[in-house]
């Protein structure tokens, strides 16, 4: 089964500065997708960023970017520019490739980041 | 086009009853999936659906079940509830296909369910 793991339960920053959380995961796949979804206080779950592990580039979304390192199972999120819209509590998530079976619609979530955004 | 849709919202109910969750999913999305989110244990899967079929389930007890109809509209039930099962429901959808964006779930607002 696979895992995710978000090591920062919290973390802060100040409007126009760069914050980056982090997520690992394990897998014995090799072909799986990566997101990071952020809940804010509405509780309306948004697709901020989306990674296809095949891809050695890492995906970008204007202010937002990720550090993809497959071997080391580590995808973190940098947020450029943080603003106070950036405020929410922040997922990294793991899909499988695979087709079948327990793959079926299923996103495997790790605990969340609170992102507090200072003005 | 329209967003994924959940009704109700919010829900009180008391130990031992039962509730049915709705969900809609965007216009031509086939796969409907469920999550629960808590406090304690976060976001886990609950189960999808796709055409009509349930393909995929989480480990979550009997009294937790769903259905997929024709127009790919979702419901899930769940009986004889218990404290524990307070909680935000997510449906989210998606269009089922393999493929990266056919992968991508797009997520309802949620129903927040209270068990007292």
């Known amino acids: 089964a696979q895992t995710v793991t978000q090591s920062q339960p919290e973390m802060s920053v100040q409007e126009a500065e760069t914050v980056t959380l982090s997520c690992t995961y394990d897998?014995?796949?090799?072909?799986?997708?990566l997101f990071w979804y952020k809940q804010p206080p509405s509780r309306q779950m948004i697709l901020v960023i989306r990674?296809?592990?095949?891809?050695?580039q890492n995906a970008t979304e204007n202010r937002f970017s990720v550090n993809f390192q497959k071997a080391a199972k580590s995808f973190s999120l940098k947020i450029s520019d943080s603003q106070l819209g950036d405020a929410a509590m922040y997922f990294c998530a793991y899909r499988s490739a695979l087709a079948g079976g327990t793959s079926y619609g299923k996103l495997t979530f790790g605990q969340g980041t609170i992102l507090t955004v200072h003005p | 086009k329209a967003g994924v849709t959940q009704t109700p919202r919010y829900l009180i109910k008391t130990r031992g009853q039962q509730v049915t969750l709705s969900c809609s999913p965007i216009s031509g999305h086939r796969s409907v999936s469920w999550y629960q989110q808590t406090p304690g244990q976060g976001l886990q899967f609950l189960f999808e659906y796709f055409s009509e079929t349930q393909r995929n389930k989480g480990n979550f007890p009997g009294r937790f079940s769903g259905r997929q109809f024709s127009n790919s509209r979702s419901e899930m039930n769940v009986s004889t509830l218990e404290l524990g099962d307070s909680a935000l429901y997510l449906c989210?959808?998606?269009?089922?296909?393999?493929?990266?964006?056919?992968?991508?779930?797009?997520f309802g607002p949620g129903t927040r369910l209270t068990v007292l």
């Open positions: 990674q296809e592990a095949y891809k050695q």
């Open positions: 897998t014995s796949e090799s072909d799986y997708y």
């Open positions: 989210a959808s998606s269009s089922g296909t393999s493929g990266t964006y056919g992968n991508e779930q797009f």
